[in-house]
């Protein structure tokens, strides 16, 4: 009724006396009932081939340099009617592990868990160029200015760990989306992403920025810290009684969340405490591995400390993308390699210490591609039809669900588009998509927008 007489002003005061001087980072629950704490998500950005590593296709093997008849779905072939070859995987498939799920040999050392992986082989998605699909991945949109996935997640949930950031994007990219990808957008600017590191540099020298003072001492830090707040506390003083929405209150509150994680971040990216053998789990001293191995280390870490959404960001600065193979398909063997053996090790370490039961591990990239070739041993983008996996966080394992078409092109079985796959992920953090909303421009605005529904086939 307050929203809806004199132009709203009284829903207006009522929202700021009931938010009070609360948190917004404070632990909270949502709606339902949470199967997980935290996400991981590790990112493979440029479009793994689905066909060439966990989507079985017999067909494609017999049909390798046939004719396709293609209908092209991106700028300069929209509509436009073509023939194209197929291309057979260019590595062999086997059934691996107890459920006989079926991989390529891309990936030996993930293949050891495939027992604990729920596959998503009917994933589809909107755009087909890096950029707007990757914000796709992170946002819900493609050409929209919206808050990411982690955001939505920390606005919802807030943190664990006072002492941390709730949200922490590992090594991010500044292109094909850049800073989008973890940006809180018209949410409250706490919960924007932290990032730690960037693409093309190496994770070892993944730190928080701008967070150690090199020129004083902690206890000279200490003492300026206390009269920053002793200042802002007599400012407020001047001001009885203080507002809902002090300014000088929310300073308060930053400096002291500021100094909190001075405190108490760094320790999250060393890992000199780490034992040999956990290092070598992750590939960790291998030149093949090392960098990737230790961003997967690290979110294991911020995982085991309350940091609630964690992106592990598999991607560099060059125009095509990491996973972009366009004329050099082989090259997927290369990238294979770096991931493999850190992604293995990270499931396996969540498992030992318990983390994987409440623990969403998302691995995917922004699409797949095409069963056919491009430039003789390449393959284009392909929203149509691909493959992610879950593993934790209350998902089924060993699950293969979802298929598509006999020749890997385009899903036609237990479709799941970029908003399902939201919706379900909000799920089991206790989220409903439809309520976790947030009212900007004179209107409810949600990461799934309109659409959206729960995979509840996949649940365990």
Not at 285 to 308: H, I
Request: with cysteine.
């Amino acid at each position: 009724m307050l929203q809806q007489v004199s132009c709203g002003f009284g829903g207006l005061a009522l929202a700021g006396l009931c938010q009070g001087k609360a948190n917004p980072l404070s632990p909270h629950l949502g709606p339902g009932q949470a199967k997980a704490k935290r996400v991981i998500f590790i990112f493979m950005q440029g479009g793994p081939s689905q066909v060439d590593s966990f989507d079985y296709k017999p067909e494609l093997q017999k049909s390798h340099g046939k004719d396709y008849d293609f209908v092209g779905v991106r700028f300069g072939t929209f509509g436009e009617a073509s023939k194209r070859k197929l291309m057979k995987p260019l590595w062999d498939f086997h059934q691996r592990g107890q459920t006989g799920r079926w991989m390529s040999d891309l990936f030996p050392e993930i293949g050891k868990h495939v027992d604990d992986l729920c596959f998503l082989h009917g994933m589809h998605t909107e755009g087909v160029a890096h950029g707007p699909s990757t914000l796709f991945m992170h946002t819900g949109a493609t050409n929209l200015v919206r808050p990411s996935m982690g955001s939505w997640i920390s606005y919802g949930l807030g943190t664990e760990n006072q002492n941390v950031p709730g949200f922490i994007t590992i090594n991010p990219a500044d292109s094909k989306g850049g800073p989008r990808n973890y940006s809180n957008a018209f949410l409250p600017a706490v919960h924007q992403g932290t990032a730690i590191g960037s693409a093309g540099q190496s994770a070892k020298n993944a730190r928080f920025r701008n967070i150690v003072n090199q020129h004083w001492e902690p206890d000279v830090q200490q003492r300026q810290f206390a009269l920053l707040q002793s200042l802002n506390r007599a400012q407020q003083a001047q001001h009885s009684p203080a507002a809902a929405n002090d300014p000088t209150e929310a300073m308060i509150e930053s400096y002291e969340l500021a100094w909190r994680m001075q405190m108490n971040a760094p320790g999250l990216t060393n890992l000199s405490s780490e034992t040999p053998s956990t290092l070598a789990m992750y590939g960790i001293g291998e030149k093949t591995t090392d960098d990737f191995g230790r961003q997967c280390l690290l979110a294991r870490r911020m995982a085991e400390k309350g940091v609630r959404f964690i992106q592990v960001n598999y991607s560099d600065e060059s125009p095509t993308p990491r996973w972009d193979q366009h004329s050099n398909m082989p090259k997927h063997l290369e990238h294979a390699r770096a991931t493999d053996k850190p992604v293995a090790g990270l499931l396996a370490d969540l498992k030992a210490r318990g983390l994987l039961e409440d623990t969403l591990v998302w691995w995917g990239g922004e699409f797949g591609r095409t069963p056919f070739s491009q430039n003789n041993d390449g393959r284009d983008h392909n929203p149509r039809g691909f493959t992610v996996w879950l593993a934790g966080g209350g998902v089924k394992p060993g699950l293969a669900y979802g298929a598509t078409d006999e020749l890997g092109d385009t899903a036609v079985d237990g479709r799941i588009h970029m908003h399902d796959l939201h919706a379900t992920i909000l799920h089991q953090l206790g989220l409903d998509h439809k309520q976790l909303t947030y009212r900007y421009a004179g209107r409810d605005f949600r990461l799934t927008d309109v659409h959206g529904k729960v995979a509840h086939e996949i649940l365990a």
